[in-house]
């Protein structure tokens, strides 16, 4: 699905790699900063930050680093607009103006969100739903994410992984005392204070979190059928529903089974998908 030479890929990746070093430089520095001050409570205090630092990177990503990656415009055409716009009044979203983002520099994938907060909201589509996508379909992916906004889906999954983030911090507590216990004098770490343990501490809070996975994805996946049935109603085109479903199958398995289903998809399958909107359309559409 992409569409980048080597070199426009590589840059890319490189300023975001510069964004990550920042971003994970002042995480650590206020972790650190809490496994000296507090050795015997870190797990709980290093929860606080590192969930500070998330809710931080999800309320100014959209204002402040996605722009560094894609030229952001109003749309100008009402065709597509003010239907958007008519969707959002509904839904009491305080948006004046519809944005297109240049996602097909990266990728053909469609996509679309609402995001921002302080005044900043903002919905946006890429344009390659604009390009690829008919008005039924792009009012159907609009309503799905102001399904997100209006049912504060952002706020729960905040306070979905700060459970996971929890979760993992005390698995790391009991395991990475142990093994410095154990193993400490030969590998050269002194506690959770000491910087030459960060190995050994991301080992095991990403085994934790390997581990949830599927819990984290159910979640998300439920998250994402409510606001496709947000969408139903709101917005009203189940055809156009199907249709988008069937076109995100050329990057989406879409009728996986069940059990490849739970561990991987975060979203529901294509299939499901299409089955709710048959079956809204003919509960509401006789």
Request: aromatic fraction near 10%; include cysteine.
């Amino acid at each position: 699905m992409a569409t980048q030479t080597f070199g426009a890929w590589f840059g890319e990746q490189a300023k975001a790699l510069l964004v990550s070093l920042i971003a994970i430089s002042l995480l650590l520095i206020a972790l650190y900063a809490i496994f000296r001050k507090a050795p015997r409570t870190w797990w709980i205090w290093g929860t606080a930050v590192a969930l500070s630092f998330m809710v931080l990177s999800m309320l100014i990503a959209p204002v402040y680093i996605e722009p560094l990656f894609n030229t952001y415009k109003p749309i100008t055409d009402p065709a597509i607009s003010e239907p958007i716009l008519e969707l959002a009044r509904a839904n009491n979203i305080p948006v004046t103006q519809v944005f297109e983002v240049d996602a097909s520099r990266q990728t053909k994938r469609i996509s679309a969100n609402v995001s921002g907060f302080l005044g900043t909201t903002r919905i946006a589509l890429n344009d390659n739903l604009l390009k690829q996508c008919t008005l039924p379909e792009i009012r159907h992916v609009m309503g799905h994410e102001m399904g997100h906004y209006v049912l504060n889906h952002t706020g729960k999954l905040i306070m979905l992984f700060g459970t996971f983030i929890f979760i993992s911090f005390a698995a790391a507590k009991a395991s990475f005392g142990y093994a410095v216990r154990r193993w400490g004098a030969r590998w050269g770490v002194r506690g959770i204070g000491d910087p030459a343990g960060l190995p050994l501490l991301m080992l095991i809070i990403s085994t934790a979190l390997f581990l949830l996975a599927p819990a984290i994805t159910t979640t998300t996946r439920m998250m994402e059928s409510e606001a496709d049935a947000f969408a139903l109603k709101s917005a009203r085109e189940p055809d156009g529903a199907a249709r988008v479903a069937s076109k995100l199958g050329a990057y989406r398995k879409l009728d996986p089974g069940p059990v490849e289903e739970f561990l991987f998809f975060d979203h529901p399958s294509g299939r499901a998908r299409i089955r709710m909107a048959m079956d809204w359309k003919a509960a509401n559409q006789q």
